[in-house]
């Protein structure tokens, strides 16, 4: 199940550290080897898998489980802070 919520202020803080990645419009399948989290800081997108989809914006916190594959839609470019593990 991949968690969507606010990030809190001490979210927002530590993600400040973390790597950046960056995405234009596009559409692309995605499988994720290991759980990442990551900080929304950029854009929209909606990913959807197997069981359901999340709408993801500017300031949302999300947890992606290890093993999960799915579609990511960018409806807006993407600027996002994550790490695995």
Same mark, same amino acid.
């Given at each position: ?9 001490? @979210? ?8 950046? #990645? !960056?995405?234009?419009?596009? @559409?692309?399948? #995605? ?11 950029e !854009? ?10 999340? @709408?993801?914006?500017? !300031? ?11 579609? #990511? ?13």
């Amino acid at each position: 199940m991949v968690i969507v919520r606010k990030a809190s202020e001490a @979210e927002k803080n530590e993600m400040k550290s973390r790597s950046v #990645w !960056g995405c234009d419009v596009s @559409e692309f399948n #995605w499988h994720y080897d290991d759980k990442e989290t990551c900080l929304l800081t950029e !854009g929209e997108v909606t990913v959807s898998y197997d069981g359901g989809s999340v @709408e993801i914006g500017v !300031g949302d916190y999300v947890v992606f489980p290890k093993g999960l594959s799915c579609v #990511w839609k960018v409806s807006k470019p993407v600027k996002k802070h994550y790490f695995f593990g």
